[in-house]
């Protein structure tokens, strides 16, 4: 089954603790993306990988790093975790990050850093 | 840059009622727009999109949505509502960036209560 799998689905951490989220998908899509969705908010991009080694910042890249060793994969790294990073995450895929090209999205998962 | 507007962060109509869920958006240019849906503790799910070609788009579950560029909406309705159509609904429309890539800017969503 064709889909995006995110890794785990609800954590909580403390404040300063490294955290990573992975997220994988099995489509062979060249793009992958990681956004955050608030309340009142909708949902904001936080980074984007066209390729593999090829990353770039979104609308809201601060505090978060990432990385795309491998097609397959694109984790988020949180490596100090701060309150206002609680949120709900998805990461999404898609053929070729061009507007004619939907995204699959993730089932999230929900951090929440006290 | 970009921006889409969803009138109404919360819609309530009765089941069997229709159901129309306004998106506008700022480009001069035709976009691509979307509408996903978002079912409870789930990832977006895409309902349809518009391209080019015909402005009314079929989408999944009896969805539909009319690109208008002289209103810049693209809004999205179903004739009749039904108890699983209960869900958060996000219009976007596709940014091009520098160097060929393109993202999506998500409007703040909207969520449908149908009631029985």
């Known amino acids: 089954e064709a889909q995006v799998t995110q890794n785990p689905r609800y954590l909580i951490t403390v404040t300063g603790k490294k955290l990573t989220v992975t997220c994988s998908q099995n489509?062979?899509?060249?793009?992958m993306s990681w956004y955050r969705q608030d309340p009142g908010l909708g949902l904001r991009q936080i980074y984007y990988s066209m390729n593999v080694e090829v990353t770039d910042k979104g609308d809201v890249p601060e505090g978060y790093k990432v990385s795309r060793k491998e097609k397959r994969n694109f984790p988020l790294i949180l490596e100090s975790p701060s309150p206002n990073q609680t949120s709900l995450y998805f990461c999404?895929?898609?053929?070729?990050?061009?507007?004619?090209?939907?995204?699959?999205f993730g089932n999230g998962t929900r951090l929440t850093v006290t | 840059a970009q921006s889409v507007t969803q009138l109404g962060s919360h819609v309530s109509v009765s089941e069997g009622a229709l159901v129309l869920l306004r998106c506008n958006y700022s480009?001069?240019?035709?976009?691509?727009l979307f509408w996903y849906v978002q079912y409870p503790n789930q990832g977006l799910q895409l309902l349809l999109k518009?391209?080019?070609?015909?402005?009314l788009v079929k989408g999944i579950n009896g969805f539909e949505a009319e690109f208008k560029k002289s209103e810049t909406s693209f809004h999205l309705t179903k004739p009749s509502a039904h108890m699983s159509d209960a869900a958060e609904y996000f219009c976007a429309v596709s940014e091009a960036l520098q160097g060929g890539s393109e993202k999506l800017v998500f409007g703040k969503g909207t969520k449908l209560t149908v009631n029985p």
């Open positions: 480009s001069s240019v035709p976009p691509y």
């Open positions: 489509m062979n899509h060249e793009y």
């Open positions: 518009y391209t080019t070609g015909a402005t």
């Open positions: 999404a895929s898609s053929l070729s990050g061009t507007g004619n090209s939907p995204l699959h």
